[in-house]
């Protein structure tokens, strides 16, 4: 799967660029080799900028993982709010880059009214265009955000009321600057991010005024701490507003350089080695564990994750206090139906199950079948077979990853659940952690709802990028649901800390021990049609 998403913006690039490393982040579990390289090839799509643009420099613990550059353009109605970035690392031995690029219309009191937003892996663009329009002065919710998400040349409309208008992270800057940088100030306003379209309260609170060295020249600037979806960055921000430095305790930094120098790339063997250590996370005591496929139930602890959200529950998986427990999905019986199920049928903007292509698919892959389980494990084989197992650092659009047919576990689990919606089979996205040899990665799959009869069924894991009908029981879940429920896992970074409890095997398998260790490099056999299953997806091989 992969960890990779969205990269920065103007006084958040921590929201950007946080939500793109770090699914990098997960997903260079399996980064091999280094690279340098110059981004030269960006000049025309980046002629816009003119001499005062602000150019960063964006790196992962010491080591250029991208750079943006952004500035603003004075209209009659207000300002334009533009801003470039691209990201290169290299995963699994090949280079992986993305370029994103946010344009943004603001009035004179810097409220939003317009913006684009693009995102392009190298396989095309998905764009995500947004106008705000109010509703009147007397509605609960007199605003309306209207979004047109655009992937192979389709568009998928939609509108969400708010009782607020909304802002991009691009402006925050500016507006703290317009309001008046005062020392213990506190500001909670709403923030919508085009990358993973997710509205949400984004807390700011202004601390002293501090010198702060951008490139090789001290800068006075006020220090200001934010929180958005679980995260929090640290941003130094001038009076004007401009942001010259920004960081996040996962050792991620953005910082204002000259524009030669912001565009200059090196990914070293520090930052692989790096994102190895944070993608996995290892047992801290040794237990006897063997292939995965063998573990009929497993317990562990889990420390520093909130474990109250009810996605945690149900599917094999049970939770009490921190203790986990899983059973292998093959023991599972149905239950009472889920009144619930139907609404997993429904087209989602990049899970776009009503698209004929996508169903045109799935009837190849299910030629001949008609009983719905035996439908739901040959969307399996056929999703697993299908793509070719590469790291992308895309927004995951099935349409799109019909169309290129390359991704990790992201782009194996979008396809997947909108093949299974479009034959009337529910399904949703779950992402967590998997075991691969000696470590869990963080990772995603899907989950099908498979009806039992006289108003029975159960939901069952599944995993596409590791070729299993149903998921071995060492998948562990953390949220459900899509780009916008998936980054509430990514504060969890670094902090888990996990122990095996207990474990029952499959009879006359020969355990080994695990914990204590990081992996250097995943590797498990796999009996996948096509040459390697991924994961941020903790690649199985």
């Known amino acids: 799967m992969k960890w990779i998403r969205p990269l920065p913006r103007r006084v958040t690039r921590t929201l950007s660029v946080l939500v793109l490393v770090a699914w990098a982040v997960q997903m260079a579990a399996l980064v091999n080799r280094s690279y340098l390289r110059a981004s030269v090839n960006l000049a025309a799509d980046l002629g816009?900028?003119?001499?005062?643009?602000?150019?960063?420099?964006?790196?992962?613990?010491?080591?250029?993982?991208?750079?943006?550059?952004?500035?603003?353009?004075?209209?009659?109605?207000?300002?334009?709010?533009?801003?470039?970035?691209?990201?290169?690392?290299?995963?699994?031995?090949?280079?992986?880059?993305?370029?994103?690029?946010?344009?943004?219309?603001?009035?004179?009191?810097?409220?939003?009214?317009?913006?684009?937003?693009?995102?392009?892996?190298?396989?095309?663009?998905?764009?995500?265009?947004?106008r705000v329009e109010r509703a009147g002065q007397n509605a609960a919710r007199p605003w309306t955000l209207v979004l047109d998400i655009t992937s192979s040349d389709r568009t998928r409309t939609e509108a969400r009321e708010l009782a607020e208008p909304p802002m991009l992270t691009l402006n925050l800057g500016r507006r703290l600057a317009s309001e008046g940088l005062t020392p213990g100030a506190r500001h909670e306003w709403t923030a919508f991010d085009p990358a993973t379209l997710q509205n949400a309260p984004v807390v700011l609170v202004v601390g002293k005024r501090e010198l702060v060295r951008a490139g090789d020249t001290p800068t006075p600037a006020f220090r200001v701490d934010l929180e958005f979806a679980g995260l929090r960055t640290t941003s130094w921000v001038t009076d004007t507003g401009e942001v010259v430095r920004e960081e996040s305790p996962l050792g991620l930094l953005t910082v204002r350089e000259p524009a030669a120098r912001a565009t200059m790339m090196a990914v070293s063997d520090q930052v692989r080695t790096d994102l190895l250590r944070a993608a996995a996370v290892v047992p801290v005591n040794d237990a006897p564990f063997d292939e995965p496929r063998n573990v009929e139930r497993l317990r562990v602890r889990l420390e520093g994750a909130d474990l109250t959200s009810p996605d945690l529950t149900g599917a094999g998986q049970t939770v009490e206090g921190d203790v986990f427990e899983i059973v292998d999905a093959k023991s599972l019986k149905p239950g009472p139906a889920d009144p619930d199920a139907a609404r997993y049928l429904a087209p989602e903007p990049l899970i776009e199950s009503d698209a004929p292509e996508i169903r045109a698919e799935a009837e190849i892959a299910v030629e001949g079948a008609t009983d719905r389980r035996v439908q739901a494990e040959r969307l399996i084989r056929h999703v697993n077979g299908l793509l070719d197992k590469k790291p992308t650092m895309s927004l995951p659009s099935a349409r799109d990853v019909l169309r290129t047919k390359i991704g990790d576990c992201n782009e194996h689990t979008a396809l997947y659940v909108a093949m299974a919606r479009s034959l009337g089979i529910p399904a949703r996205i779950a992402v967590g952690l998997a075991f691969v040899r000696g470590a869990f990665y963080y990772h995603a799959w899907p989950e099908v709802y498979l009806e039992g009869g006289d108003g029975r069924g159960l939901w069952l894991p599944v995993d596409p990028t590791f070729n299993q009908f149903p998921a071995d029981a060492t998948h562990l879940r953390l949220a459900r649901g899509g780009l916008d429920k998936q980054t509430a896992i990514l504060p969890l970074i670094g902090r888990l800390r996990m122990t095996i409890l207990d474990l029952d095997l499959v009879p006359g398998s020969t355990p080994i021990v695990v914990g204590a260790r990081a992996p250097e490099a995943p590797a498990l056999a796999l009996p996948a049609p096509k040459t390697t299953s991924s994961g941020w997806c903790g690649w199985r091989k």
Do not use: C, N
Request: proline share 4%; net charge negative; hydrophobic share 40%.
């Open 48 to 130: 816009r900028y003119g001499s005062d643009a602000q150019w960063r420099g964006v790196y992962y613990r010491g080591a250029k993982v991208g750079f943006t550059v952004s500035q603003i353009v004075p209209l009659e109605d207000g300002f334009e709010l533009q801003e470039d970035g691209q990201l290169e690392m290299t995963l699994l031995g090949a280079t992986a880059a993305a370029k994103i690029r946010t344009t943004a219309r603001v009035d004179h009191a810097l409220v939003l009214r317009s913006f684009e937003f693009s995102l392009d892996p190298g396989t095309g663009p998905i764009t995500v265009a947004g």
